[in-house]
């Protein structure tokens, strides 16, 4: 199958700027697996079905993207799908000092997996879930920022928040 990556993330939700991510890392890569993995730091907005369901839809009709789920250490995950990478975005320095510590713990755990780190479009260098999130909550106009469907969903959780 070539040479695969994974890229990790907890995706709540996916925006534009992982997508543009995504694109950019298919033109290094044969086949990306995008992993839902856990963050212990963040509670979720999104079920996980929500979330698979979501990035399903963005990545329909592009050939060499599988989306999958995991629990546990990421170099783990990644060995189990004999992948030589970890893609990363990368939007501003204050991303660099964080992604370097788990980059250099990844590669202590298993040498034989490059991080890759990669840079969103400039109209994404600010975008982060978190940001889509907070703005959406106050009716913010976030719709250029997500995929359409991912708009709706958001939409439609707050509007259920709310009511």
């Given at each position: 199958?070539?040479?695969?990556?994974?890229?990790?993330?907890?995706?709540?939700?996916?925006?534009?700027?992982?997508?543009?991510?995504?694109?950019?890392?298919?033109?290094?890569?044969?086949?990306?697996?995008?992993?839902?993995?856990?963050?212990?730091?963040?509670?979720?907005?999104?079920?996980?079905?929500?979330?698979?369901?979501?990035?399903?839809?963005?990545?329909?009709?592009?050939?060499?993207?599988?989306?999958?789920?995991?629990?546990?250490?990421?170099?783990?995950?990644?060995?189990?799908?004999?992948?030589?990478?970890?893609?990363?975005?990368?939007?501003?320095?204050?991303?660099?000092?964080?992604?370097?510590?788990?980059?250099?713990?990844?590669?202590?755990?298993?040498?034989?997996?490059?991080?890759?780190?990669?840079?969103?479009?400039?109209?994404?260098?600010?975008?982060?879930?978190?940001?889509?999130?907070?703005?959406?909550?106050?009716?913010?106009?976030?719709?250029?920022?997500?995929?359409?469907?991912?708009?709706?969903?958001?939409?439609?959780k707050f509007n259920k928040n709310r009511g």
């Open positions: 199958m070539g040479v695969k990556a994974i890229y990790p993330g907890t995706f709540d939700p996916i925006t534009n700027g992982h997508i543009d991510i995504l694109f950019r890392s298919l033109r290094i890569f044969d086949h990306i697996v995008v992993g839902i993995g856990p963050n212990p730091k963040k509670a979720a907005l999104f079920s996980l079905e929500e979330r698979i369901s979501m990035i399903q839809e963005s990545v329909k009709g592009i050939s060499h993207v599988s989306v999958e789920t995991f629990d546990g250490l990421l170099v783990d995950f990644a060995k189990r799908h004999n992948a030589k990478a970890i893609i990363r975005g990368l939007r501003a320095m204050s991303d660099f000092e964080y992604e370097f510590q788990m980059a250099l713990m990844n590669r202590k755990l298993d040498n034989n997996i490059e991080t890759v780190f990669l840079m969103p479009s400039e109209e994404y260098s600010y975008l982060t879930s978190s940001i889509v999130k907070v703005v959406g909550s106050f009716g913010g106009d976030v719709s250029s920022l997500i995929p359409k469907h991912v708009h709706y969903m958001l939409k439609e």
